[in-house]
């Protein structure tokens, strides 16, 4: 069960209006994108879903039960990959269980051989690469409890080739596991690969200021990326973005 519901939500720093009045609707097992610019507040909002911020109006519902500033409802991955550096991989995926008393060996290990880290099981984050970590931080997302995922630019360090494969992964590996995904990027062509629904937020402040529901077919393939329909697709969303008159993007 992952229906969420943002209701209203606003939240300042001091003077400064970063979130204005924000209204969405995440049904279960939906994959949304939540697409704009750097510092235009996608990271506020997942820290006001996730409980870690209080907003200053408005409410968040999880299955129409108020959540609002509570933390420990919903499985958050920050930016950056945050796996324990004295664990092992199987020990990191494993943790959102543990925290809650009920772990599923079996399930990681597969998983963590479904990832291609087969191998790495017991081996400390440091011995991984960028990708690596990406996706082990991913499978304990997955593995968490919680309903709904928060994943937050988990790409945006990758290279190109490295962010291709991850993307991939990614679809597949929610194809199989159907949770729901709330999915922060500034990269247009990433949020029209990965979701159902691309929401566009507007800066200073943000709000909702566009929403599309993404045709494409899937599994998804790198093929899809270079057609002409993708590429339409691209420059209207890209449109929508500008025509704000935004000097970030
Ligand atoms: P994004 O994730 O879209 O890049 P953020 O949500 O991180 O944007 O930041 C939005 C704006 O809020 C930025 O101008 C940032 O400097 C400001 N901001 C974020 N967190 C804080 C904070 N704790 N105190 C003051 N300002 C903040
Ligand atoms: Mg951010």
Known sequence: MGHLTIQGVSKNFGQKEVLQDIDLDITEGEFVSILGPSGSGKSTLFHVIGGLLKPDQGSIFLNDQDITGKRGFISYMPQHHALFPWRTVLQNVLLGQELQGNQDQQKALDMIQKAGLAGYEHSLPDALSGGM?????????????????????????????????????????????????????????????????????????????????????????????????????????????????????
Do not use: C
Request: proline share 5%; aromatic share 10%.
């Open 133 to 249: 970590k990406q996706r082990a931080s991913f499978i304990r997302a997955l593995l968490s409890p919680q309903p709904l995922i928060l994943l937050d630019e988990p790409f945006s360090a990758l290279d190109d080739f490295t962010r291709q494969d991850m993307q991939q992964w990614l679809q597949d590996t929610w194809m199989e596991y159907k949770r729901t995904i709330l999915f922060i990027t500034h990269n247009i062509e990433e949020a029209l690969f990965l979701s159902d629904r691309i929401v566009i937020l507007s800066t200073k402040p943000a709000s909702v200021i566009k929403q599309f529901k993404v045709p494409f077919e899937r599994p998804r393939t790198e093929k899809l990326v270079l057609s002409n329909e993708f590429l339409e697709w691209k420059r209207m969303v890209a449109e929508n973005i500008v025509r704000q008159g935004d000097d970030n993007v």
